[in-house]
Every structure is written in C-alpha cells, then in structure tokens.
C-alpha cells in the first residue's frame, strides 16, 4: 500500500487510521525487530498467546501456498487465521479471523488501541499493522494460524514468534536486492532466519545455492528440514498430482490455482497440514482443499467488468501479480501452452527489476502497452516500462491507463487473442478494484 492510495481516507474509519500510521516512520521498509517488540510489549506480547503458527517466508509462492493450505485445513473443519500482504484492493485483506475477514469495527478499534500504545515513537506502517493482527489473532480463538512474511524473514515482525509449529520456505529468487542482498546466498540466508530449534521446516523447490544456504542455517539451529525432491515430490500426473511423502503416496486433484509451478505449491502446503502438531488430517481434506483455494491476481481470469466487456467475446482477458526474474520464468512456461496470439498490459514499480521479468516472456509477446501504476509513487512511468519492453525485443508502447491500452491492443490485432495484464501486485489490485 502506498500513501497516495490512502489520501482520500474517510476521516471515521480505519483508512484514515492507515493513512495517519503511514507518517510515523520516514522509511516504507526498514528491516528490525527492536521497534515491533518495543510496541508488542506495550500491549501485552500479544504474540505470546497466539494459536499454532505455521509461518511461511520466500520469494515466490508465499500466497498461493497459504492459501492452498487454508483451503485443506478449512476442509478439516479446523479454524484458520490468515496474515497475508500486501493487500490487492482493501486491506482488511490481510487478516482473516478464523475464516472471515477481519470487520471494519474490529480493524478500526485494534489500530487505534496500536497507535495510542506506539505514541509518537517511530514504527514502520508494517511493523504496527502487524502488531494489530497479532492482537486480533490473539483475542479470536482458532485452531491454527497461518502467518506470511512480508518481506525477507530474519528481520522482519513477524519473526517475533520464538516457536512456532512449523515453517515453510518457498521457491528464492532475486527480489528486494536493496534490503536482502545483491546474492542469491545472501536472500536465502533471510528467509531462512525463521528457522527455529525443533522446528521442523518444510521447503519448496531451490537454486542449489539458497538450497544450500538454507540447509546451512537448519544444521546450525537445529531444525528438521523436508525438502522437494528428498523428503517429498510433487509430479504431475494425468488426474492431478502425486504426493511422495516419505514413502508414503497420495494421488491427488490438480489444485484449482492455475499454473505448473502450483503443483509444487499444492504439494507443499499438503506437507504442511500431514506435519501440523495435533491434527491429524485427512487425505480426502487435502484433495478437498486443494480444488477450492481461492488466490486472486495469479493467473487469474477476468470474466466480467468494463475491461472484459471491452474486449468482447472473442477474447480472453487474464490478471497476474508477479513482478520478479522467476515470476516472469514461471509465466512464460504457463504461456508456452496458450495457443492463441497473446498480447500484454505491463506496469512495474521501479524498484523491481523490469526486464528480468520480461525477457523470459518476450518470444510470446505479439505486442506491449505500458502503464504507469495508478497512485504509486514508486512506479515506472509508461514510457520507462515501454522502454525495458522494447530493451527486450517487445513491441511496446506507452499508454495513459489500463482502458486505453486493453483499448489500444485490441484495435490493433490482426485477430483476437488473449490479453494479460502483469508486472505488479500493486497493478492488479487497482484492475480488481476498477474492474469490479
């Protein structure tokens, strides 16, 4: 969430609360735990009483995982908290109480109880909105809760739990370079700062080099690591996925989440809820679970709405919130399979690196419209995103909104295709939101 998004806030209600918890601190990121912990004392260390944690950082893969996990558990009939960021359209979004989203009355009263404990005293938006998840989590009774990193792991608040249930690191790629390091081996080694002594770790597919650097800091704590491909694999078969587990096999559904790299999610996640301490979960609840997880603006397709309408029948419009070099990777293996021509809406913050994202995609591309991202100061504006997609070998060009270049493409095709819009979560909350 940018401050720009939160400038037209209702002056009653817990966006002007947002708005005002966006000035305390003059950095959007600054990595530590000495503020949060300072805030949560005040308040009681709510994390101390929260339900089992299953706490899950990467860079890739973090959501889907979450969410394809809160699907099973849900289908045990366990209650599930979930924190998630950032948000696509409102963020109450980012905490679930034990299925629901969390109430308009509730968010407001929490942050206002956050803001009067913090003072004047200096927090990043991110560090005291995690505090007033952390108090909710704590006040509503669930079975377990599922908590995403928001950024990197070792430093980030929510690393103030000492000893969760479990932990999950997904896919790490190159992202954040300017707060985790400009190495592969520097990013693994924070995310695998959530590791914790006993604390079995259940890990996604990894580079060789974050592989190892994980595998370093779980020999060093004392963590038990089940890692893909040697404590479990996902394979793809004809009527979903096979789960190894060990020596044990599971022949499960394809998830309802699109996409290859979902198989290996949607194994993980099953490794999570088969490990969860005191529950016993059953197969049939993670095939349940895995064919009704719902994850918004990845590979997502837009079937209604004034873009949709604007495209027509012959069309097929399509929304993805990645942003990085193994996003793009994995998007243009997914578009490998499309048969028809494709044409791309793009937009990127400026923080991100463009055209590791778009090279992978660039021998797909029929042709590109550049977008500046709509109340985000940190975006490229469309003529620098046109430039990174024509450095690319994309036919690209800027265009003054989302409309106007699903506009701008769909005159322009010779025949009808699909259209993706891509490059940003921040983009594809501001589709969602416009295009109802």
């Not at 005002?20 to 600054?30: E, G, S, T, Y």
């Not at 530590?32 to 950082?57: I, K, M």
């Not at 490998?336 to 992978?360: C, H, I, Q, S």
Request: with cysteine.
């Amino acid at each position: 969430m940018s401050p720009t998004s939160l400038e037209a806030a209702d002056p009653r209600g817990s966006d002007a609360v947002l708005a005002r918890l966006m000035r305390l601190h003059p950095k959007v990121i600054d990595l530590s735990l000495g503020r949060v912990e300072r805030l949560l004392a005040a308040l009681g260390h709510p994390e101390e009483r929260l339900p089992p944690v299953v706490h899950v950082a990467g860079t890739n893969g973090k959501g889907s995982v979450v969410a394809l996990l809160r699907a099973i558990l849900e289908a045990a009939g366990l209650g599930v908290h979930v924190y998630t960021s950032p948000h696509l359209v409102r963020f109450h979004e980012r905490i679930r109480l034990a299925g629901t989203l969390i109430a308009e009355p509730v968010l407001l009263d929490l942050l206002e109880e956050c803001e009067r404990a913090n003072g004047d005293d200096p927090i990043t938006f991110f560090e005291i909105t995690t505090a007033a998840a952390f108090l909710a989590f704590a006040r509503t009774p669930a079975d377990v809760l599922l908590l995403e990193v928001g950024l990197g792991g070792r430093l980030d608040a929510t690393n103030v739990v000492a000893r969760p249930a479990l932990t999950a690191i997904t896919p790490v790629s190159m992202d954040h370079m300017q707060f985790l390091g400009d190495s592969l081996e520097k990013i693994a080694f924070e995310k695998a700062g959530i590791l914790k002594p006993g604390v079995t770790a259940v890990v996604g597919r990894q580079d060789p080099r974050a592989a190892g650097v994980i595998a370093a800091r779980a020999r060093d704590v004392g963590a038990p690591l089940l890692g893909l491909g040697e404590a479990w694999d996902a394979m793809p078969t004809d009527a979903g996925l096979r789960l190894r587990d060990g020596d044990e096999t599971l022949e499960l559904p394809r998830p309802s989440l699109l996409g290859a790299h979902q198989l290996d999610n949607a194994g993980q996640a099953a490794m999570l809820a088969r490990r969860l301490p005191g529950h016993a979960i059953s197969a049939e609840a993670v095939a349940a679970g895995l064919t009704r997880a719902v994850w918004p603006a990845r590979l997502q397709r837009l079937t209604r709405g004034p873009l949709a309408e604007m495209l027509g029948p012959d069309w097929s419009l399509w929304l993805d919130g990645g942003h990085n070099a193994q996003a793009g990777a994995i998007l243009a293996s997914e578009l490998a399979g499309w048969a028809e021509p494709l044409d791309l809406v793009y937009g990127m913050l400026n923080t991100k690196a463009a055209a590791d994202f778009l090279r992978p995609l660039a021998w797909r591309v029929r042709r590109l419209r550049a977008v500046a991202i709509p109340g985000e100061a940190n975006s490229l504006s469309a003529a620098e995103a046109a430039a990174h997609a024509e450095s690319c070998g994309i036919a690209a060009e800027p265009a003054e909104s989302v409309a106007a270049a699903v506009a701008a493409l769909r005159d322009a095709a010779e025949t009808p295709g699909r259209l993706l819009i891509c490059g940003s979560l921040y983009l594809a909350g501001r589709v969602l939101a416009e295009n109802g």
